[in-house]
T-cell receptor
Framework: DAGVIQSPRHEVTEMGQEVTLRCKPISGHNSLFWYRQTMMRGLELLIY????????DSGMPEDRFSAKMPNASFSTLKIQPSEPRDSAVYFCASSPQGLGSPLHFGNGTRLTVT | KNEVEQSPQNLTAQEGEFITINCSYSVGISALHWLQQHPGGGIVSLFM???GKKKHGRLIATINIQEKHSSLHITASHPRDSAVYICAVSREYGNKLVFGAGTILRVKS
């Protein structure tokens, strides 16, 4: 089992550029979560998918953020245009059954927007 | 007031010591999670519990639903236990995990 795979591990980009973060959940897991971690705010849920359908996107900060899950094995989080305040570590996590089962986290993508 | 409060914020221990990290919450929950985040940044789920006690190796997690309190214990601590330990709760209704601020643990040899 390869675990949750995120790419890239690190991303440095200039303000205004589009950024796409990728996640491959564990095979067979029905739920996928995108989290953001900053020093100021800790870990925050951005969006939660169940069976590829977005269930809760209330944590998505603004229209610049969008997430898709076109199939059970792939999800993207896109920021367009990026801003310096988006700099954070973005984690993807999956679970067999929502929050009723333990989460498996990817290694995260460290995003720096200059 | 945060819905999930952890204490202490920082903890330094000598190798071999028994360690306790506490978590209190103020909302109705369906489950409580203990997570470990190593200096490299990766997050590992240690426990998910909704009642009683769970044990895995040197780690023990307990929860008291009536008192809205959980503890994470580490027996015979080791420098490799140095990490940030995060408590998170699944609200009774809804899809969000609410996270505590984390406890930074450093175990010295």
């Amino acid at each position: 089992d390869a675990g949750v795979i995120q790419s890239p591990r690190h991303e440095v980009t200039e303000m205004g550029q589009e950024v796409t973060l990728r996640c491959k959940p564990i095979s067979g897991h029905n739920s996928l979560f995108w989290y953001r971690q900053t020093m100021m705010r800790g870990l925050e849920l951005l969006i939660y998918f169940n069976n590829n359908v977005p269930i809760d996107d209330s944590g998505m900060p603004e229209d610049r953020f969008s997430a898709k899950m076109p199939n059970a094995s792939f999800s993207t989080l896109k920021i367009q245009p990026s801003e310096p305040r988006d700099s954070a570590v973005y984690f993807c996590a999956s679970s067999p059954q929502g929050l009723g089962s333990p989460l498996h986290f990817g290694n995260g993508t460290r995003l720096t927007v200059t | 007031k945060n819905e999930v409060e952890q204490s202490p914020q920082n903890l330094t221990a000598q190798e071999g010591e028994f360690i306790t990290i506490n978590c209190s919450y103020s909302v109705g929950i369906s489950a409580l999670h203990w997570l470990q985040q190593h200096p490299g940044g990766g997050i590992v789920s240690l426990f998910m519990l909704s009642s009683g006690k769970k044990k895995h190796g040197r780690l023990i997690a307990t929860i008291n639903i009536q008192e809205k309190h959980s503890s994470l214990h580490i027996t015979a601590s080791h420098p490799r236990d140095s990490a940030v330990y995060i408590c998170a709760v699944s609200r009774e209704y809804g899809n969000k995990l609410v996270f505590g601020a984390g406890t930074i643990l450093r175990v010295k040899s």
